[in-house]
């Protein structure tokens, strides 16, 4: 019966009725649809890149859609010509591209993850060009025999959760297609990295940065130079700063009659997975976080679903991943737009970076700043509080790469106008139109996210 119902409703969204932007945005709303596994949830990858031809603009875990010349669509009254306006700047935030797993089982890895067809570079460079440059080290990740944990962990040459050949290649991709549109289109990107009208950011993480070298390489294909990537100390970086109200949202969030019926309904598959793949610890009990990591960066590097330590032949299905992975996405939409409280626990995970933002977008339409460019790399869990602060109607586990891009429109006749993309299309939102929307109002509905005193509040107890 339930086999039945994964392809009668997969056929009803191949056929007419459903676009393809539609997959961002299956009914989340209630814990069951995990057990009721309603849409196709399962990403698709392999250890190269894959994407031959450009996105159809459908929901894609292991490469999300981004704006790309085929499927890049103006705002309607612009396309319609009742609109005279130009595109005069974007501020573009990316999810990383894909890579390994944070969380390996907790008794070890039959899979043998290889990392060995990249190489992440470290080192440190004076800026003064005249005093003595490095050695260009990398990290060479690798397992001793004798060592006695090799065995219990993973016989792997990978720098867990280090980037793949398979990302670093889906950036250089990402970052040619934004070139295709955003420079040789509409002349947003110059032809060179100018500190004037680029700007870039990135978390501290190695991921990011990793990332972002792929990316910028697709943007400028020839330039020989360095680029910064500005970042805020870690421990007061705007992207994660540290909060205890937050945190204290958090636990009120996990402990509410929804979420228990979501961890009730999933509970079976739970303790199939726990006797196969020896997960039984309580990391790995307290949502659906480590599995839905450890199951899409096996799909999306080319690797199988896992199998049983020690039988080859007891594996994890396909219909059970789907589950999983339908609880990853029902989680998100949980969190970041479902949730009691989710504006406050926006307001205080990611007020200060939407405050960073709006700063920049008030400064270039105010003239201050001449930026035209903006590109910052991040996390999911970033993407998806601001997919939720923009109002997003359903959110899924932002995949690798998902982004958001916030273009600045003028116009003589109506002045500056918003819009906003998620993921290459406009983004469905709670908050109104985000095709077009005069700019001042866009910033004004943002700023309620922005935290009034984001110190007192987080120091005050729920
Ligand atoms: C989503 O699903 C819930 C529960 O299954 C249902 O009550 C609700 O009407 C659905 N919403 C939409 C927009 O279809
Ligand atoms: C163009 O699109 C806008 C927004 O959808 C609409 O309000 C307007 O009537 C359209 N104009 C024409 C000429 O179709
Ligand atoms: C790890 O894998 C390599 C390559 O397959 C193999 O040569 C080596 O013997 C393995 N080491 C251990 C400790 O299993
Ligand atoms: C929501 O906020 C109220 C008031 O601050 C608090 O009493 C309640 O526990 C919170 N609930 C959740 C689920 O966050
Ligand atoms: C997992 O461990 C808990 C507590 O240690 C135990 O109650 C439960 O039965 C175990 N489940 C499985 C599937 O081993």
Redesign the pocket.
């Known amino acids: 019966m339930k086999v039945y119902g994964v392809v009668f409703v997969l056929g009803a969204l191949a056929g007419t009725c459903a676009s393809p932007e539609n997959s961002f945005y299956p009914n989340l709303s209630s814990p069951d649809v995990i057990t009721a596994a309603h849409y196709d949830a399962v990403p698709r990858g392999a250890a190269h890149e894959t994407r031959t031809s450009a996105s159809d603009g459908a929901y894609a875990y292991c490469s999300m859609p981004h704006p790309s010349v085929d499927m890049y669509k103006e705002p309607?009254?612009v396309r319609?010509?009742?609109v005279h306006a130009e595109l005069k700047a974007v501020l573009y935030m990316q999810r990383h591209q894909k890579r390994t797993a944070y969380h390996i089982f907790p008794h070890g890895e039959a899979t043998l993850y290889n990392c060995d067809d990249g190489r992440p570079y470290l080192y440190y460079s004076p800026s003064d060009k005249k005093l003595p440059q490095p050695m260009h080290v990398y990290a060479q990740t690798y397992a001793d025999a004798t060592n006695p944990l090799t065995q219990s962990l993973a016989n792997s040459s990978c720098q867990f959760p280090q980037m793949t050949i398979g990302g670093y290649l889906d950036g250089v991709q990402h970052g040619a297609e934004l070139r295709a549109l955003y420079q040789d289109k509409y002349n947003i990107i110059p032809g060179w990295p100018s500190p004037r009208t680029v700007w870039f950011r990135s978390s501290t993480a190695a991921l990011t940065q990793d990332s972002a070298g792929g990316v910028l390489r697709g943007l400028w294909p020839h330039w020989r130079g360095a680029i910064p990537l500005h970042q805020q100390s870690e421990f007061i970086d705007t992207h994660a700063p540290p909060c205890d109200r937050r945190d204290a949202l958090l636990d009120a969030a996990k402990s509410t009659a929804t979420w228990k019926k979501h961890l009730r309904v999933s509970s079976s598959l739970r303790s199939k997975l726990e006797s196969m793949l020896l997960t039984n610890t309580s990391e790995w009990r307290v949502d659906w976080d480590h599995y839905n990591d450890n199951f899409q960066a096996r799909l999306c590097n080319g690797y199988a679903l896992p199998c049983a330590l020690h039988k080859d032949k007891d594996c994890v299905t396909t219909e059970e991943a789907n589950q999983v992975f339908t609880a990853g996405d029902w989680e998100y939409n949980y969190y970041w737009v479902d949730r009691d409280n989710v504006t406050e626990a926006i307001q205080l995970t990611s007020g200060l970076l939407i405050q960073d933002m709006v700063t920049h977008l008030t400064e270039i339409a105010n003239g201050k700043s001449a930026l035209r460019y903006l590109h910052m790399f991040m996390h999911d869990g970033d993407i998806a509080p601001l997919a939720g602060s923009l109002g997003i109607e359903t959110l899924r586990w932002p995949g690798m790469a998902s982004n958001i891009a916030i273009e600045l429109w003028e116009s003589k006749s109506s002045g500056m106008h918003a819009r906003v993309l998620y993921s290459g299309n406009t983004i469905r939102s709670k908050h109104g139109n985000m095709d077009?929307i005069p700019l001042d109002k866009f910033l004004h509905g943002w700023s309620r996210y922005i935290p009034h005193d984001f110190v007192a509040q987080c120091a005050t107890p729920l």
């Open positions: 309607e009254p319609n010509g009742s077009w």
